[in-house]
């Protein structure tokens, strides 16, 4: 039942015997007296260290001095972690104070339970957190009592991010575990409440990230938080409620922190716009941008700041795309200008046969098969535009071809209908003129009945 301990390096706290030194054997210990409670009567019959959390505060309280002290204490600082516990993951599962601080967690003189021989760490300092942190989580014979779906990698990848690089030299303005998670009043990520919760985790990295100051000192531009919510994919985390519109972590990744490199760019936005990225990749676009070290699909889209594109930013004119890299002339500027121009053709095709068949519609037409046929333009066009990403314009002529096809259909569908609509109001005249002669015909009728 004992956890396999990490090694020695790993947690700050190692510095004496275990058995006291280890804050970790603090909930072990908690584990441990919890089965004691069980065995000693309690009801339920669990075992190993979840038996903490199955039996309940009873168990645990007897142990945790730490709590029931700190929240009687006056200052906000000291009183403030002891009243979070009523949401806080570590304590539902019996990790209390002292499994992250050491201490004795059973005594309730200040001396003794606070006792640096006891493994007591005080405050933790930034470069404590990762490794104390790390000392359970990357235990996964440990975490697997507790939570077996919980991946046991964080601090190996945190070492290998930007932010624990940085802080193995020192650097104690980057971000560690508590800076993204806190300390206290720990939640899982799915809850709508942490700090780490998709459309929350924006303001977490931004707290240090929108920081120009702060960014400045290590050549940082530090506009990516007000870049990133100019985007349509934070409008769609936000407005829409689209989890799966990408926040920084989905990017960035969360431990292993670092801005995806020149070639990495088109597959971290390829794992969600597949089309696109196949496409890009095999155009001549692929091999030319990696020459250049130009980042795929940043050089059109931008990485943070991504908007809504559309049919006009395809040229090489003022504001458009292309025009960042081609000129006038080259074969880059010439596929520009067929593309747009296929794609005019296809707008102005389907704009004209939408209005002809709303016009039929509103002459009480059943259109309905034409309508058909204009979902399949639609259609059309998107996969038109997902073919711009090979920068071929024969492709997108083909693609245009269908929806030019269907739009035909549709255009004569409605034509047909036309002359349907025609074809009745001809035979409404003809039947009106019918009745107003028999009607005549009637009255002279009667008239010379009368008379005679
Ligand atoms: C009987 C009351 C009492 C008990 C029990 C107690 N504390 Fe404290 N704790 C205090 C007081 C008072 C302070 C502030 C004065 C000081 O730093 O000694 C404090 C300070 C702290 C600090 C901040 C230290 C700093 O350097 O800022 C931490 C962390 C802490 N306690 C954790 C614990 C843990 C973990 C336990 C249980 C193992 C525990 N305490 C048990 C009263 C208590
Ligand atoms: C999951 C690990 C963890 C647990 C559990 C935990 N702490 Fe902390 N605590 C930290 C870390 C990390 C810090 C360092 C400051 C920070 O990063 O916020 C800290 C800081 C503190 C401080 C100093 C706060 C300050 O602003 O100076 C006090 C006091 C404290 N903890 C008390 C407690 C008490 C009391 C409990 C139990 C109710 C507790 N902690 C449980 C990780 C933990
Ligand atoms: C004494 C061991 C221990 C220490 C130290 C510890 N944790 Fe935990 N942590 C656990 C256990 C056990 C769970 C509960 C897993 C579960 O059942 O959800 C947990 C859960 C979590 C969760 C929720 C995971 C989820 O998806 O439910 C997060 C986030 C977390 N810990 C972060 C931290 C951070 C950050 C620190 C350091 C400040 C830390 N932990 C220190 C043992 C520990
Ligand atoms: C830069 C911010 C950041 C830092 C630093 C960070 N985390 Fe996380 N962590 C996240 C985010 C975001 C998630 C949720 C998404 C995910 O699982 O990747 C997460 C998820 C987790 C989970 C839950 C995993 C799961 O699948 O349920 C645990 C446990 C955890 N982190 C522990 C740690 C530990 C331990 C450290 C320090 C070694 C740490 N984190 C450092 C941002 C961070
Ligand atoms: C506590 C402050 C803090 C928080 C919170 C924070 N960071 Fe950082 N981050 C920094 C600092 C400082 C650096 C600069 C480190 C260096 O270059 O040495 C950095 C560097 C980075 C880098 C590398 C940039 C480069 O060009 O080298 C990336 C990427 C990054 N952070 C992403 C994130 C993401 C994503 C989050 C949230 C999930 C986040 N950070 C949260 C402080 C923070
Ligand atoms: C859609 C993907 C995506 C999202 C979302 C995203 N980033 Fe980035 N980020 C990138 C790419 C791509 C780069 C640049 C890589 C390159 O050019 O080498 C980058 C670069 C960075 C850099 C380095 C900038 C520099 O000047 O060196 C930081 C810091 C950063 N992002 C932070 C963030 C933060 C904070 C968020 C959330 C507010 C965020 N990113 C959201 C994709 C993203
Ligand atoms: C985690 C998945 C994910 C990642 C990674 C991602 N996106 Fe997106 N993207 C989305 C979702 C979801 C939307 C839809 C937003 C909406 O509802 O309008 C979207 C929308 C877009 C749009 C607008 C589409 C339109 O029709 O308006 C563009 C352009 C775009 N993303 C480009 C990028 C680029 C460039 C990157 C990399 C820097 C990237 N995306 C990374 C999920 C992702
Ligand atoms: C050479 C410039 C360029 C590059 C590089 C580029 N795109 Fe695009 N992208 C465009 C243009 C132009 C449009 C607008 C099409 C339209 O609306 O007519 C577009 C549209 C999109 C859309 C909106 C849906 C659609 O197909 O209309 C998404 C999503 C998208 N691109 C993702 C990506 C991804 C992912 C990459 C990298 C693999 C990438 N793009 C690389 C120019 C580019
Ligand atoms: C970031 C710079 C950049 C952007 C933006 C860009 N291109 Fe290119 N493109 C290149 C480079 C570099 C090459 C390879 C060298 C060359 O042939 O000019 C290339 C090659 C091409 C080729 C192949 C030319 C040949 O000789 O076979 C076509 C076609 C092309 N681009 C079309 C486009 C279109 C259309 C757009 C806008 C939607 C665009 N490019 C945007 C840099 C760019």
């Given amino acids: 039942m004992t956890p396999r301990r990490p090694g020695p390096a790993c947690h700050p706290g190692n510095r004496g015997p275990r058995s006291t030194n280890d804050p970790r054997a603090a909930v072990v210990r908690l584990g441990t007296l919890a089965i004691v409670a069980v065995a000693l009567g309690a009801a339920v019959a669990a075992a190993g260290p979840l038996a903490a959390s199955v039996v309940g505060p009873p168990g645990k309280s007897a142990a945790d001095r730490c709590t029931a002290c700190h929240r009687e204490l006056d200052e906000a600082r000291l009183q403030a972690p002891a009243l979070a516990v009523g949401n806080d993951t570590h304590h539902a599962q019996g990790v209390t104070c002292a499994g992250c601080h050491g201490g004795d967690p059973t005594s309730d003189e200040p001396e003794v339970a606070m006792d640096p021989k006891k493994g ?61 998670h806190g300390a206290h009043g720990v939640l899982p990520p799915s809850d709508a409440r942490s700090p780490v919760y998709p459309s929350r985790i924006v303001e977490t990295c931004g707290a240090c990230h929108g920081d120009a100051t702060l960014m400045a000192r290590y050549g940082i531009k530090g506009d990516e938080l007000a870049e990133y919510k100019k985007s349509v994919h934070y409008a769609a985390l936000t407005q829409k409620n689209d989890l799966s519109a990408p926040t920084c972590n989905d990017c960035h990744g969360s431990h292993g922190a670092t801005p995806p490199g020149i070639s990495s760019v088109s597959n971290v936005c390829g794992t969600c716009h597949l089309t696109q990225r196949e496409r890009f990749d095999e155009s001549p676009h692929k091999e030319a941008f990696a020459a250049i070290e130009q980042p795929a699909c940043e050089a059109c889209h931008s990485n943070h700041a991504v908007l809504s594109p559309s049919d006009a930013w395809i040229g090489v004119g003022q504001g ?34 939408e209005a002809r068949v709303k016009k039929a519609e509103r002459a009480g037409m059943l259109m309905e098969e034409a309508q058909v046929k204009l979902e399949e333009a639609h259609q059309g066009v998107v996969l038109a535009q997902v073919e711009i990403h090979s920068v071929d314009p024969a492709r997108v002529e083909t693609q245009a071809k269908e929806v030019l096809a269907a739009a035909g259909v549709a255009d004569g569908l409605a034509a047909a209908a036309e002359g349907e609509i025609r074809f009745r109001r001809t035979g409404l005249f003809v039947s009106l003129a019918v009745i107003a002669l028999a009607m005549v015909a009637l009255i002279l009728k009667i008239r010379r009945m009368e008379r005679a």
């Fill in 320 to 353: 458009q795309v292309c025009g960042s890299c081609h000129a006038a002339g080259d074969a880059g500027a010439a596929a520009a200008e067929s593309v747009a121009a296929a794609l005019a053709r296809m707008h102005e095709r389907l704009v004209a046969a």
């Fill in 120 to 180: 007591f760490l005080g405050k933790l300092e930034p470069t404590q957190v990762p490794a104390m942190c790390g000392s359970c989580h990357s235990d996964a014979s440990f975490m697997l009592r507790y939570a077996p779906n919980i991946p046991t990698d964080q601090l190996a990848q945190y070492r290998t991010s930007k932010h624990g690089q940085a802080l193995a030299k020192g650097d104690v303005k980057v971000a560690v575990c508590s800076s993204c």
